[in-house]
């Protein structure tokens, strides 16, 4: 394998190249690290790159290289990007912003469990501040680009990990989901990224992200990867049958899926290619031997519950920094708005979205899985935060989360799975949605859809750069 197949053999093959030898960990760390050097000045995936750390943790596994039958440590030796909200020892956890200035004195429990099962951190990856937009844009760190076509933008917030991803820098990222922030990036930068049921992955040492909305997870190029990941990262449910990954290699069996166009806001149009995916996919599950049908989820307003968990949640980031007065404008308009909605309103919120998640989860009693778009258009180009206030840039948002942030409010696993591409080579993607704790049937589903139309092996127009 040349050094791109390499960059581009996903986290299960990486793993499979260290275990049998044919690499070291600090020999795939290092060429990891010559082609972040190369490509991510034009690409801005990483707010810093951890090279000296990393090469010194790869010398260690190295020390340590697990044997062939050693299923023990599934990361072996593997280098992993981090969203920049999660915690790393020695390292500034910026949520995107200038304003803290004080490193972590600790891992984050998702970050030391990689660490255990093996994985290299090599690195924190770029977000808005305080992920508060679908657009990877920030006053402090700048624009983070799309590989697939440097005009564009990656999506956000884990547009940084996306990017990363997509480019070969890393096999896999952590990002964070609340509102879409793991499906849209990966919808924009044509991977593979599943928000999991809300609790089953850890936020410690942080209570929750945006209190009931968000969780934390992988973007990877291909669902086993993710599968491998969420089973060393998940910290509950003991119940399931085996791991997530023996569910992704398990044919799920005849589903009944519901097909819905329907967008949770009004005045959000679907664009021809992002129904074009729709469509493709759903004859490709029919093929599949899948009872494809329309129907819609009785989806109420969702302001009432989303809103004040969002302005709620940004408030109580925004009390981690060390220097508020370089907060950008943007989010200090946000602060501003969020006084209107205080912690009392927040734990109603809370509340309100419990009753909207049992309204909307009746879909489940007739289906097995929901079929979605991610996205309501292919990525816009770059600047869509440029010389906008918070109020506007909400309102630019609203094509991007219309079909991901319900599954928040309800706490529903949802994944955005790569559907081919537009004519002008921009990724394409659909969303599945099933029931809490489905997250073996999606996996097991998406990766039915995979083999039969693959996208793993796709990459971007970045090597020549």
């Known amino acids: 394998m040349d050094e791109t197949d390499i960059a581009y053999a996903g986290v299960a093959g990486q793993a499979e190249l260290v275990r049998s030898g044919e690499i070291s960990s600090v020999e795939l760390t290092h060429m990891l690290l010559k082609r972040i050097e190369r490509l991510n000045p034009a690409i801005n995936a990483f707010r810093i790159v951890m090279a000296e750390q990393a090469l010194a943790e790869a010398a260690a596994r190295d020390q ?19 969203k920049d909200e999660i915690d790393v ?7 995107g912003t200038a304003a803290r200035t004080r490193p972590a004195g600790a891992d984050a429990e998702l970050v ?14 770029a977000m808005p501040e305080f992920g508060q937009w679908p657009f990877t844009e920030s006053a402090t760190f700048g624009y983070t680009r799309n590989p697939w076509d440097l005009g564009r933008s990656t999506g956000g917030s884990s547009g940084g ?21 793991i499906r849209i990036p990966s919808a924009c930068c044509g991977l593979f990224g599943l928000k999991p049921t809300r609790g089953l992955v850890s936020a410690a040492p942080l209570d929750g992200v945006w209190h009931a909305l968000g969780t934390l997870g992988p973007l990877t190029r291909s669902v086993r990867d993710s599968a491998v990941i969420y089973d060393v990262i998940r910290t509950v449910w003991p119940e399931h049958e085996g791991d997530l990954a023996v569910a992704a290699a398990s044919a799920p069996g005849a589903l009944r899926i519901a097909l819905s166009r329907r967008p949770t806001q009004l005045g959000v149009r679907l664009d021809a290619e992002q129904a074009r995916a729709l469509d493709e996919t759903a004859e490709a599950l029919r093929a599949l031997g899948h009872d494809v049908r329309e129907a819609d989820p009785d989806y109420p307003e969702l302001t009432p519950a989303f809103v004040p968990q969002f302005y709620g949640g940004v ?44 309204r909307v989860n009746r879909l489940f009693d007739d ?38 942030a319900v599954w928040n409010v309800c706490g529903n696993p949802g994944a955005s799975i790569p559907v081919g591409f537009a004519p002008d080579g921009l990724p394409r993607a659909v969303q599945l949605v099933g029931a809490p704790r489905r997250e073996p049937l999606l996996l097991g589903l998406a990766a039915q859809l995979e083999r039969a139309r693959p996208w793993a092996d796709q990459r971007p127009p970045v090597d020549p750069l």
């Open 315 to 358: 408030r109580d980031e925004v009390k981690l920094v060390e220097a508020p007065e370089l907060l950008e404008r943007r989010t200090k308009q946000t602060l501003a708005l969020a006084r209107a909605f205080p912690d009392s309103a927040v734990r109603w919120a809370i509340g309100h979205g419990e009753k909207i998640a049992k």
């Open 367 to 404: 289906h097995d899985v929901l079929l979605t778009p991610t996205i309501a258009a292919l990525p816009r180009r770059i600047g869509a935060l440029d010389g906008i206030g918070s109020l506007h840039a909400s309102l630019r948002a609203i094509p991007y989360v219309a079909y991901t």
């Open 64 to 82: 340590a290289r697990p044997g062939p039958d050693d299923t023990g440590a599934p990361l072996h030796g593997v280098p992993i990007a981090i």
């Open 112 to 125: 030391a469990r990689l660490r255990a099962a093996g994985a290299v951190i090599v690195g924190k990856t």
């Open 161 to 181: 990990t996306a990017a990363a991803v997509a480019a070969g820098l890393v096999a896999a990222g952590i990002g964070g989901d609340g509102g879409g922030s």
């Open 89 to 95: 020892e020695g390292q500034l956890t910026t949520f």
